[in-house]
């Protein structure tokens, strides 16, 4: 299993500019979650899609959309780049465990996508 | 309003002795605490988890407790390894939706 994936590793954009990361789980979640992490600020949520089909604002969802493809795909568009959007993205997953050795709420991040905005 | 507060932003301890992170929380709905551990480079990983039916919970290592009346919570390393060292995120669930609210992060230093 190679758990949450994420393209691209690296991108440099223009201020203006449109582009997607990509994300996907092989891990049979229902639950996806993009966050960005910015020096100082530790993670804060874009949005998440509790199930396929669905999804809902986080705290900082402003210049980001999102679409959840199927149950395995979760992609965050940037229509028009600006510096501010210079961060490192995840993505997330969350697992759904059941019984006493499952473990709730535990999400599982993919490596990250660092992103410049020039 | 920064609801999950990690007020240390880094930790430096001698290899073998004890880390302790802290984590103080201010919304009485969490009720689901989560740890992760960060190097450079990656994501962030599943560390270690606690209820707050309980007050402790213990894995190896680590342990986290849990005091739910001062809404603190504090990880243990013990012994620290240099391999320990990076950022560790405290998180927190509110059980009235699936969401995740994290701290800033700590940035631990365990020194050879």
């Known amino acids: 299993n190679a758990g949450v994936t994420q393209t691209p590793k690296f991108q440099v954009l223009k201020t203006g500019q449109s582009m997607t990361l990509q994300c996907a789980q092989d891990m049979n979640h229902n639950s996806m979650y993009w966050y960005r992490q910015d020096p100082g600020m530790g993670l804060r949520l874009i949005y998440y899609s509790a199930s396929e089909g669905t999804t809902d604002k986080g705290e900082v969802p402003n210049g980001y959309n999102v679409s959840r493809l199927n149950k395995r795909e979760f992609s965050l568009r940037l229509e028009s780049a600006a510096p501010s959007q210079t961060s490192v993205y995840f993505c997330?997953?969350?697992?759904?465990?059941?019984?006493?050795?499952?473990?709730?709420?535990?999400?599982?991040f993919g490596p990250g996508t660092r992103l410049t905005v020039l | 309003d920064q609801q999950v507060k990690q007020n240390s932003p880094s930790l430096s301890v001698q290899e073998g002795r004890i880390s302790i992170l802290n984590c103080d929380y201010t919304?009485?709905?969490?009720?689901?605490f989560l740890w992760y551990k960060k190097y450079p480079a990656e994501g962030p990983t599943f560390l270690i988890s606690i209820s707050s039916i309980k007050d402790k919970n213990e894995d190896g290592r680590f342990t986290v407790f849990l005091n739910k009346s001062a809404k603190h919570l504090s990880l243990h390393i013990v012994p620290s390894q240099p391999g320990d060292s990076a950022v560790y995120f405290c998180?927190?669930?509110?059980?009235?939706?699936?969401?995740?609210?994290f701290g800033k992060g700590t940035l631990l230093t365990v020194n050879p």
């Open positions: 997330a997953s969350r697992g759904e465990g059941s019984g006493r050795m499952a473990l709730p709420d535990t999400q599982y």
């Open positions: 998180a927190a669930r509110s059980r009235s939706n699936y969401k995740l609210t």
């Open positions: 919304n009485s709905m969490f009720d689901y």
